[in-house]
């Protein structure tokens, strides 16, 4: 069975409206163009893997209803921290999975190029990622060859619509 291992910040949440107002408009957070639709696809093949402060990070997945689409939901204290913490979700899959040496196991769904697409294609994974219009990351170039994901779109309408196959 294919896993998706998912971003927060700037993948499913829209978070560019906490760049002015901070915590405080957590509340008003907007997911991203299709996350939603997406997630309910695919329900109980979904991990969250964000960064942050844990009560933030909890008011943010509270604020957009998504509580329920994800197997298992990991916080970390850093982007960085997530490096490791990736390992060990794939590890754990693949020790799982009967089928573990087909290619396509793992999709890691992110918008930073030096962490998700990076510690991903590491992990052997297939890497996308999300450019939503101003995300912080949104213009960020690949530094190294593993930056350079397997799929990109602005959203995940664009990302379903462009690559279907990708989530069959
Ligand atoms: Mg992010």
Redesign the pocket.
């Given at each position: 069975m294919r896993r998706f291992i998912l971003?927060?910040?700037?993948?499913i949440a829209d978070s560019c409206i906490l760049q002015a107002g901070g915590p405080s408009r957590i509340k008003d957070l907007d997911p991203v163009p299709g996350a939603l639709k997406f997630l309910q696809s695919h329900a109980g093949k979904c991990i969250l893997l964000t960064a942050g402060i844990e009560e933030d990070q909890r008011k943010k997945i509270k604020a957009l209803d998504i509580e329920s689409y994800f197997s298992d939901i990991y916080i970390v204290p850093t982007p960085e921290h997530k490096r490791q913490k990736l390992q060990e979700i794939v590890e754990a899959i693949r020790a799982k999975m009967i089928y573990r040496f087909s290619r396509i196991d793992i999709v890691i769904i992110?918008?930073?190029l030096d962490i998700e697409m990076r510690r991903g294609k590491e992990l052997k994974c297939v890497t996308a990622r999300i450019q939503i219009p101003g995300g912080i990351?949104s213009g960020d170039l690949p530094k190294v060859p593993f930056d350079h994901p397997d799929f990109e779109a602005k959203d995940f309408n664009e990302l379903m619509l462009n690559y279907p196959a990708l989530f069959a």
């Amino acid at each position: 069975m294919r896993r998706f291992i998912l971003d927060l910040d700037y993948t499913i949440a829209d978070s560019c409206i906490l760049q002015a107002g901070g915590p405080s408009r957590i509340k008003d957070l907007d997911p991203v163009p299709g996350a939603l639709k997406f997630l309910q696809s695919h329900a109980g093949k979904c991990i969250l893997l964000t960064a942050g402060i844990e009560e933030d990070q909890r008011k943010k997945i509270k604020a957009l209803d998504i509580e329920s689409y994800f197997s298992d939901i990991y916080i970390v204290p850093t982007p960085e921290h997530k490096r490791q913490k990736l390992q060990e979700i794939v590890e754990a899959i693949r020790a799982k999975m009967i089928y573990r040496f087909s290619r396509i196991d793992i999709v890691i769904i992110g918008d930073r190029l030096d962490i998700e697409m990076r510690r991903g294609k590491e992990l052997k994974c297939v890497t996308a990622r999300i450019q939503i219009p101003g995300g912080i990351h949104s213009g960020d170039l690949p530094k190294v060859p593993f930056d350079h994901p397997d799929f990109e779109a602005k959203d995940f309408n664009e990302l379903m619509l462009n690559y279907p196959a990708l989530f069959a």
